[in-house]
DNA sequence: TCGAAGCGTAACCTAAGAAGTTACGAGATG
DNA sequence: CATCTCGTAACTTCTTAGGTTACGCTTCGA
């Protein structure tokens, strides 16, 4: 896996989930079919968990399933779940120079505009919605 | 110098050459004031070179200037010369299965396509504009 | 004409981030 | 109580970007 895994990760799995939500999976289950780690898979998963995406079940016949159905979960749910931000948050490095300074607020401000449509469009598609075609 | 550093070098190159656009500047000079490495700023410098938007002169009292008016560069003549792209273009990772496939693929979609108003909408802006505030 | 000043680039080192791996504690079930 | 599973820590690569050194090529000026 490469970059943007996490991103690749979580769709397969809740494309998975989709198709069967009321079966639990366990990480390894996941793992397995997504050629990668079950502690990398609980590692991802573990995002949408506190995101209120999916339910981790522990000991004995435990996994993962869906917080809710796949009609009501979103693209962009995932997306932000990720925390996956065009732009860099930190701008720790305040420009000395005043003009520098007024040409990245100017292209931080828009990135981040952008990012809010980008996060407004993603809502638009559900996981369901994808499914049915 | 951290994240975005290539953006931030250039716009901070950029601002100070509008402010004296006939005066040669060597690479290490603006890396002085970018507290930088002269190769970085070649580096970096040669990238919005090859866009057209810089010329560098070589040999004995060489350096760099702009290659147009500031009132000619946007934004996003910057943000494209840097290949700051949003999206992974490596789509290497075919995945197997068909519907994570189709979640990808709307998702990478959207994302290019906010991409583009990206790069529209820092295109309204130029480095003379920024100054003059 | 020659030396110094610049750029262009290669090669290497270092730091940071992400994935992969191993290990182990905690909780739940049968 | 034995076993299964998650949650997490710790460690090891691997990749990427920046920083650094070095050197060849070009150009100006004394």
Same mark, same amino acid.
């Given at each position: 896996?490469?970059? %943007?895994?996490?991103?690749?990760? &979580?769709?397969?799995?809740? /494309? *998975?989930? &989709?198709?069967? !939500? %009321?079966?639990?999976? =366990? ?5 397995? *079919?997504?050629?990668? %780690? !079950? #502690? #990398?898979?609980?590692? #991802? ?14 000991? *004995? ?7 809710? /159905? !796949?009609?009501?979960? =979103?693209?962009?749910? @995932? ?7 065009? @732009?860099? /948050? $930190? $701008?720790? $490095?305040? !420009?000395?120079?005043?003009? $520098? ?24 598609? =559900?996981?369901?919605? #994808?499914?049915?075609?």
């Amino acid at each position: 896996m490469k970059r %943007n895994s996490r991103l690749a990760l &979580a769709l397969h799995t809740l /494309s *998975h989930m &989709a198709g069967d !939500p %009321n079966r639990l999976q =366990t990480s390894a289950e996941i793992a397995a *079919h997504a050629g990668t %780690n !079950p #502690v #990398v898979v609980r590692r #991802v998963l573990g995002r949408l968990r506190e995101a209120g995406l999916l339910i981790s079940e522990k000991g *004995h016949s435990g996994g993962w399933r869906l917080a809710r /159905s !796949p009609q009501h979960i =979103t693209l962009a749910d @995932v997306y932000v779940a990720l925390e996956e931000s065009l @732009v860099a /948050s $930190e $701008e720790a $490095e305040a !420009p000395s120079c005043s003009v $520098e300074h007024a040409l990245f607020e100017r292209v931080t401000h828009v990135m981040k505009d952008v990012e809010k449509s980008l996060v407004q469009r993603l809502g638009e598609t =559900t996981i369901a919605d #994808v499914r049915e075609r």
